[in-house]
């Protein structure tokens, strides 16, 4: 044995010089330079797995296009002329209806023929999005021209010991309804909304007494990074 290869028990580090043929298992301990002969190798990658060592790859990220979220409230006397927003978006891409909420006076519970005629929807038609096809005939009229539809859900009496002070609510959910309008190519802008609304005979309701409330999803090509 080459008594050069061992250093002395006073020796600081303590470690062998040179191949250690007594070990198996370091990577460092097979290499050609190390005079052993042996077919196993093993890469980076496979250390990384044999010791459950993970690697830290850092934070990952997906490109989005960027969205906005736009709010509107109104009543049936902010109709009469276009809507306008408080800035211009440029390049849009499309244009989600995330929610909406309709409300409109009703009759009271005295007036049974009035209650069986209560609309069961409300058409929001805005000349920006429209994108709804139906039919002419019978009365489809509106919907022919139309973003969106607000379906019936309660009536709510505000006064629970008369027939009076009653208003008829109506909704839209994405989740439910999934209105979008898509835009190919992207729409250069978008700064109004023209918006008139009807109800399932096609009257409009923009003489009527109501308040309604919309939220939007508005993306353009514009690129967001979300980690």
Known sequence: MNEQNFVSVKDDNLYQRGANYNL?????????????????????????KKYDIIPHKGLTSNTINKPYKLVLSFDNSDVSSPIILNQSFKDVVSV???????????????????????????????????????TSQPDGGSLLNSFATLEYDKTFDRDITGNTHKVNIYK????????????????????KFNISLFDDNSNNSTGATYKCKLEFIIETKDKQRVY
């Open 96 to 134: 989600k209806l995330l929610n909406a909420i309709f409300i409109k006076q009703g009759p009271g519970d005295n007036s049974d023929t009035d209650s069986l005629n209560i609309p069961i929807f409300i058409t929001l038609s805005i000349n920006e999005l429209n994108n709804i096809y139906s």
């Open 24 to 48: 198996a298992g370091l990577n460092t301990q097979f290499r050609e330079n190390s005079g052993i002969k042996n077919n196993i190798s093993y890469s980076n990658n496979d250390i990384l």
């Open 172 to 191: 839209n959910k994405f989740g439910i309804n999934q209105d979008i309008k898509y835009f190919d190519p992207p729409l250069n802008s978008l700064s």
